[in-house]
Nanobody, 116 residues
Framework: QVQVVESGGGLLQPGGSLRLSCTVS????????MGWFRQTPGNDRALVAR???????VYANSVQGRFSISRDNAKNVAYLQMNSLKVEDTAVYLC??????????WGKGTLVTVSS
C-alpha cells in the first residue's frame, strides 16, 4: 500500500522560512517525479514545484527564487524549502508522486499559515 505523508507545516510570520517533508512508503520515489502542490478554499490544486527523475526542477512563477524542491531517494523523502514566505503562500500543501503513466499518489496535505 502506498502512503504519502506530508509534514512540517505551521504558523509563521511573513518573511519566515519553513521546510516541508514528504515521506513516501510502498514505492521507490526514484522511479517517480515528485511534486508539491497547494490548495486554498474554493480553488483547485496548483503546482508549486516539481522535480523530475533527473533532478530537473520546475517552479510556479509566484515562488520562483523563494522555494526550492529537492529529493533524497535513499530516504524516500522529498522536500520543499520555503523562504521569504508571504501571506499569499498560506495554503494546504500537498505532495504527489507522479508516475510516467497512471494516476498520481497523493498525501493529505499539511497546512502552512503565514500571518502577522
Amino acid at each position: 500500500q502506498v502512503q504519502v505523508v506530508e509534514s512540517g507545516g505551521g504558523l509563521l510570520q511573513p518573511g519566515g522560512s519553513l521546510r516541508l517533508s514528504c515521506t513516501v512508503s510502498g514505492i521507490k520515489i526514484s522511479r517517480y517525479a515528485m511534486g508539491w502542490f497547494r490548495q486554498t478554499p474554493g480553488n483547485d490544486r496548483a503546482l508549486v514545484a516539481r522535480i523530475g527523475f533527473d533532478d530537473s526542477t520546475v517552479y510556479a512563477n509566484s515562488v520562483q527564487g523563494r522555494f526550492s524542491i529537492s529529493r533524497d531517494n535513499a530516504k524516500n523523502v522529498a522536500y520543499l524549502q520555503m523562504n521569504s514566505l508571504k501571506v499569499e503562500d498560506t495554503a494546504v500543501y500537498l505532495c504527489s508522486a507522479i508516475p510516467s503513466t497512471g494516476a498520481n499518489y497523493w498525501g493529505k496535505g499539511t497546512l502552512v499559515t503565514v500571518s502577522s
